[in-house]
């Protein structure tokens, strides 16, 4: 029998045999304390700091409530959750199409394109998607500092790593939309096979079948990505923003 080789395909690794102001901070923090002692990739088990202690924070001369000034809305992260299928860079480029053509700026951080660059040296270990998501959200950051929404698409199956990257920035600055479409609808929509091959032991660490996937119990948003339609899924992301003054009516009125 030949033996197993690791495919990477995405933001899964396949084991083919033979070839502003939110609310909810206290049930959040309860959320992240269940999520530190089921997850195995709790971001506490890899602190990141500077090399060398000559490193030293330069602050910016250009702030960033200046920046979104020029731009006439507030810098956000928009976190994406949700299984493979659950339409997370569909719905995320669809309303970052509805913020630009509203003279938003905007850009999306897509969980297979990231790996074709930013985080193209790793694997699917579990240390290897921990990084891979806290390079995302330190990029988001970034991205958001400089006024800019930035829309970011990944499974990100754990609790712990997205709450980590909602540790690293304001409160109000991280808004976590859960697509929440069944997984019999996500396999319907793989029009690459993957869930079938999952099933059928091919495939080995693919969420939602081989793998974990902790849904968000007190995210921002929740989107039936499932049955809704996608203007109504957008609107529904659209209205939050308003309500929690990332953008303002004026940026949509024609």
């Known amino acids: 029998m030949n033996k197993p080789q690791l495919i990477e395909t995405g933001e899964h690794l396949e084991l ?10 206290a049930d959040r923090s309860r959320n992240f304390e269940k999520a530190k002692r089921s997850s195995p990739m709790f971001p506490g088990q890899r602190v990141h700091r500077p090399v060398s202690n000559h490193i030293v924070w330069h602050d910016a001369t250009i702030k960033r409530v200046q920046r979104e000034a020029l731009n006439g809305h507030r810098g956000v992260i928009l976190w994406f959750t949700g299984l493979s299928g659950s339409g997370k860079s569909t719905l995320a480029h669809a309303v970052e199409e509805e913020l630009h053509h509203r003279g938003c700026r905007t850009f999306v951080l897509d969980g297979d394109n990231v790996r074709h660059g930013l985080c193209a040296d790793l694997g699917f270990s579990a240390q290897d998607r921990q990084e891979n998501i806290r390079r995302i959200g330190e990029m988001a950051k970034m991205f958001m500092e400089a006024g800019t929404i930035v829309l970011t698409a990944f499974i990100s199956p754990y609790c712990a790593d997205r709450e980590r990257v909602r540790g690293i920035v304001e409160p109000g600055d991280f808004i976590e939309i859960y697509c929440d479409t069944p997984i019999e609808i996500c396999e319907l929509r793989d029009v690459k096979g993957l869930y079938k091959k999952a099933r059928a032991g091919q495939l080995a660490e693919f969420t939602g079948i081989t793998s974990p996937y902790e849904a968000p119990e007190n995210c921002e948003l929740t989107v039936d990505t499932g049955t809704e339609e ?8 659209i209205d939050k923003m308003i309500q929690n003054g990332i953008i303002n009516v004026v940026n949509f009125s024609y």
């Open 230 to 237: 996608l203007d109504v899924c957008v609107q529904q992301v």
């Open 16 to 25: 083919r045999l033979g070839d502003i102001e939110l609310g909810g901070s």
